[in-house]
């Protein structure tokens, strides 16, 4: 500042007591130590969004009438806009802060017009690289969560197949919602976008035992979701009229629906209980809901119990059935009313929730020609053939996808966590990257191997290594421990070579020949610089293993 | 590292041993016959008596090895090596090494009359005794080569073998013969030298090899070159050789472990109690120590 001064006492003052120059020379900012820093933040919307869909991305282009780009993010991160924009229970809108303001965004409006608007303009979906894998990946299931993965394989360039033992694709979306929800031609349009990048359906082809399949592949995903149902144990259970909430959407949604005889009895809770309800009412039915616990404890979306009341389904809650009975005046076999007793909140059972306990000498008889039990759907994995460990019924998988059988992931309804069409198509894509990331790295021929946690100690044949301690370099500051050189050394040449040495190599096979010498059955030959087993003499000892210095030799059945 | 280089820079197909052999899986005898028909770079002629060798060795008249093979009687592998000795030297051969290959069965007990009167004229063979420590082929019978309280179908629990395993190289040793050692499978650099040795040393030569038997010893297949080798670092099989009956070379083991370590490996040796491991540690401490007193050279 100093020179400033003297700079400015150099010239000649004013006549008049004005300033004419300005004060940039002070810098100010070295008053303080912080500073305003810009970055693009999440909002909250994406981060309730199980996608992860960046709503705050697109909101400005529909708004200025940008329409395709918009839809162009939205279906980078979501594939099936048309198809989330209704089923999904846009849980983006809780996360809204316009709440705190005026009303939410409707946030699963506008990414349902999109969704409609791309079918009805026909924008296609980024056109993936080509193939360049020699197999495809395998999923079981088109439901969402095989669909998220399909979707994200084909975005890498990696080919697809999906196996649908249902006669088209689409999974829970096309046997469970009803076309009311989710009219088909939407859905087949937005199945055919992704048929279109290459994303292969095989229709009606029923997966026996994923043996079958999976060594023709490069890997798999299980994505057969829940479709199996859980049995209420309530006698009577056997007369014609008494059937399950799945199987009473599939012949809905298949156009060969139940009859209903005029009015039904759906006992349930959960959306496929709504689904039921709602579909008997457009069957012209009387249609009474009984639940077990209280409204507020329903896992049904709220949403939809309100559209059902409004089309007139009566609810009633805290209350279970006890037994059905044949209608008397028919022939004895069809369900003529349910027994029904009132149930009160008891201790909280597993889930945290209060248990249901009847009420006694509270039963009371409804009439009813069709009684739909839709107590939640449970996974089936008979094509595991007893493989794959298991979490609470359902399949175990790790942060990538991964269960414990190599080179199978899963996702969906089949794995633990919740379940909704949002969730599970973003496990689809979750597993799909992850797939797509690990055939990346490791090549196809490596993603079916377990997860490699390093060779262990035990692995590695101490008995071929002579001891040696480890040399350090020498360090400047024991020579001079108050002095200003650099504190630690590098190795000198000698030195790093001898270190270098006592590296074990492990998992690297050195073509060191333990294994040619030692085979007693002289069945392991020399390579082009490693070694191959002769199998055809090869009994199996297992010497070679053993012995093998660094872990590369491990005994597998042959067979594989 | 204990590789050998007689695979190196060699194709497998000329090697004087093939596959196809008939033992159990991990079997030491053919490691040891590998080894040694390598070390002889196959100029060699083998004389089988009874014992697992005859029978690994394939069926008639097939062989895994690439040598003329001889099957004799069994108390008669070296009356017969000597005679097949005689005939090849008439016949003006004065190269290839004449070898009388026994299990331990055919030597320390039913061949031993044989041997002895045969290395007493010093004929100029090589008899290898693979040592397996009982007459495995016949179903684990006890020999004089089986160990200290080792369970056989002979000794079984309740009545372990009492006696200490016959020490055959101090026998050899007292012949005087040229050469006898002591080598096994974990060890192919050495036994691979010892043969070479042997081989170039005119005379009655005598190696015994320890081959370890999963079958007979209740071990691992996979365990077979880890137990010999264990057997060396724990002092219960010394490697060593003994020039002209007196002159005698050790190999060092200066960090041994202790017994329990190789027999706990072996199910001939499972229910033995602590006494009992410290009583076998205390006879191998003491061979140990009389070894090396005796030895002329610790290499």
């Known amino acids: 500042m100093s020179s400033r001064q003297d700079k400015n006492k150099r010239q000649s003052l004013p006549e008049v007591s004005a300033s004419t120059s300005d004060m940039s020379w002070n810098h100010t900012g070295d008053w303080s130590f912080i500073a305003p820093v810009y970055a693009s933040r999440t909002a909250p919307c994406a981060v309730k969004c199980p996608l992860r869909v960046p709503v705050n991305d697109y909101m400005h282009l529909v708004n200025e009438g940008r329409h395709r780009e918009a839809w162009q993010i939205l279906a980078a991160a979501n594939p099936l806009p048309s198809v989330t924009g209704r089923v999904c229970y846009h849980d983006c809108e809780n996360g809204c802060n316009r709440a705190g303001f005026d009303e939410t965004l409707n946030i699963h409006a506008i990414e349902r017009f999109l969704g409609d608007t791309a079918i009805e303009k026909g924008w296609e979906l980024p056109v993936p690289p080509a193939d360049a894998a020699p197999a495809p990946v395998a999923i079981l299931g088109s439901g969402p969560a095989g669909l998220g993965c399909a979707y994200a394989l084909r975005l890498a360039g990696y080919p697809v197949e999906i196996f649908e033992r249902e006669t088209s694709p689409g999974g829970m979306l096309m046997v469970g919602v009803p076309e009311f929800r989710m009219p088909r031609k939407l859905l087949a349009a937005e199945l055919t976008r992704l048929e279109r990048i290459g994303v292969r359906f095989r229709c009606g082809e029923k997966v026996e035992d994923i043996k079958s399949i999976s060594q023709q592949v490069m890997g798999v995903f299980l994505a057969s979701g829940a479709h199996g149902s859980r049995d209420a144990g309530v006698a009577g259970a056997d007369l014609e009229g008494v059937h399950f909430g799945l199987d009473y959407l599939k012949a809905y949604n298949g156009g060969k629906p139940h009859d209903t005889g005029g009015r039904v009895a759906v006992i349930g809770g959960g959306n496929t209980s709504i689904d039921v309800a709602r579909a008997s009412r457009r069957l012209g039915a009387e249609v009474d809901l009984y639940y077990r616990r209280t409204e507020a404890e329903m896992p049904a979306h709220p949403e939809e119990l309100e559209e059902a009341r409004a089309e007139g389904v009566r609810f009633h809650f805290q209350v279970a059935p006890e037994e059905i009975f044949a209608d008397s005046d028919g022939n004895g076999r069809r369900v003529g009313s349910v027994r029904l007793i009132r149930m009160e909140q008891g201790e909280p059972d597993e889930s945290g929730r209060a248990r249901p306990v009847p009420v006694a000498g509270s039963g009371f008889e409804v009439e009813a020609a069709t009684v739909v039990f839709a107590i939640g759907e449970q996974p089936e994995f008979d094509y595991l053939r007893g493989d794959g460990a298991l979490n609470g019924g359902r399949l175990a998988v790790d942060a990538f996808g991964r269960t414990s059988i190599p080179g199978v992931f899963a996702g969906g309804d089949i794995v633990p966590g919740e379940n909704s069409v949002s969730h599970a198509l973003a496990d689809g894509i979750a597993a799909g990257r992850n797939m797509a990331a690990m055939l990346r790295s490791f090549g196809p021929e490596n993603l079916k191997k377990a997860l490699d946690e390093g060779v262990p100690a035990e692995k590695i044949n101490f008995d071929y290594f002579t001891k040696a301690p480890r040399i350090e370099p020498a360090t400047s500051l024991k020579a001079n421990p108050a002095g200003t050189d650099e504190a630690s050394a590098t190795l000198a040449d000698a030195a790093a070579r001898e270190e270098a040495g006592r590296c074990f190599s492990c998992g690297t096979c050195t073509d060191c020949d333990v294994c040619l010498v030692f085979c007693p059955d002289l069945a392991i030959r020399r390579s082009e610089g490693s070694y191959v087993v002769r199998t055809e003499y090869c009994k199996g000892c297992g010497i070679c293993a053993e012995e093998c210095p660094r872990g590369v030799i491990s005994m597998e059945r042959k067979d594989k | ?299």
Not at chain 2, 60 to 69: D, E, I, L
Not at chain 2, 81 to 105: E, I
Not at chain 2, 143 to 158: D, H, I, M, N, R
Not at chain 2, 207 to 212: K, R, Y
């Open chain 2, 1 to 299: 590292m204990q590789t050998t280089d007689y695979t190196k820079n060699k194709d497998l197909k000329t090697e004087s041993f093939g596959c196809g052999n008939l033992a159990c899986p991990g079997c030491g005898e053919t490691i040891a016959m590998r080894g040694v028909l390598n070390a002889l770079d196959g100029d060699a002629v083998i004389v089988i008596p009874a014992c697992c060798g005859s029978i690994i060795d394939g069926l008639f008249p097939f062989s895994k090895a690439r040598v003329p093979v001889l099957h004799t009687p069994f108390a008669t592998a070296a009356s017969t090596a000597a005679g097949v000795l005689h005939g090849l030297r008439r016949r003006g051969n004065k190269h290839t090494t004449v070898v009388a290959w026994a299990g331990d069965g055919g030597t320390y007990d039913i061949g031993l009359q044989a041997l002895s009167s045969t290395v007493e004229r010093n004929e100029d063979f090589l008899y290898i005794c693979y040592d397996n420590e009982a007459y495995m082929n016949t179903g684990i019978q006890r020999s004089s080569s089986t160990p200290l309280l080792a369970w056989t179908t002979t000794t079984p629990e309740g009545d372990l073998k009492k006696a200490p395993k016959k020490n055959i190289i101090d026998i050899m040793s007292a012949h005087r013969i040229p050469y006898s050692a002591a080598a096994t499978v974990a060890y192919p650099d050495d036994l691979v030298a010892k043969v070479r040795r042997a081989k170039s040393t005119p005379g009655s030569k005598f190696v015994n090899i320890l081959a370890p038997c999963p079958t007979g010893w209740k071990s691992k297949p996979s365990l077979s070159v880890k137990i010999s080798r264990l057997a060396v670092r724990s002092n219960v099989y010394p490697l060593y050789e003994v020039f002209d009956g007196e002159r005698l070379v050790l190999r060092d083991n200066p960090d041994p472990v202790p017994v329990g370590k190789y027999m706990e490996l072996q199910g001939r040796f499972h229910g033995l109690s602590e006494q009992e491991v410290e009583l076998v540690q205390r006879h191998v401490d003491h061979a140990w120590e009389q070894l090396r007193k005796r030895a002329d050279e610790i290499i």
